[in-house]
């Protein structure tokens, strides 16, 4: 496995009516942060986007940078349904959700 690839894709749904869409690695995350409108960037945009940089400069770890991908995702309500999480490889409950 590339280093800069994440254990398990990240899936996303960018609206209804598109299909899922799997990111693989920090660089197709990187791509999708900088394709982004920016009117919609806020804090958690810009962490996520600094942790992917940071992993494509070995400075951030692919784990943390995959981390803070998914949880941009999940704020903006991007995440697939079926989303599996590469900790426990269960779907998120609603408990962890909030």
């Not at 995350?29 to 600094?50: H, K, S």
Request: proline share 7%; hydrophobic share 40%.
């Amino acid at each position: 496995m590339h280093k800069l690839q994440f254990a398990v894709p990240v899936r996303i749904s960018p609206s209804v009516g598109q299909p899922v869409e799997e990111i693989y690695s920090v660089e197709q995350a990187l791509d999708f942060l900088q394709n982004w409108p920016v009117g919609r960037q806020g804090p958690i945009y810009q962490l996520a986007f600094d942790a992917c940089f940071g992993a494509s400069v070995d400075v951030v770890s692919t784990d943390e940078a995959c981390k803070a991908f998914t949880a941009f995702c999940r704020v903006c309500g991007l995440m697939a349904k079926d989303m599996m999480w590469p900790e426990t490889g269960r779907k998120p409950s609603a408990k962890r959700l909030h």
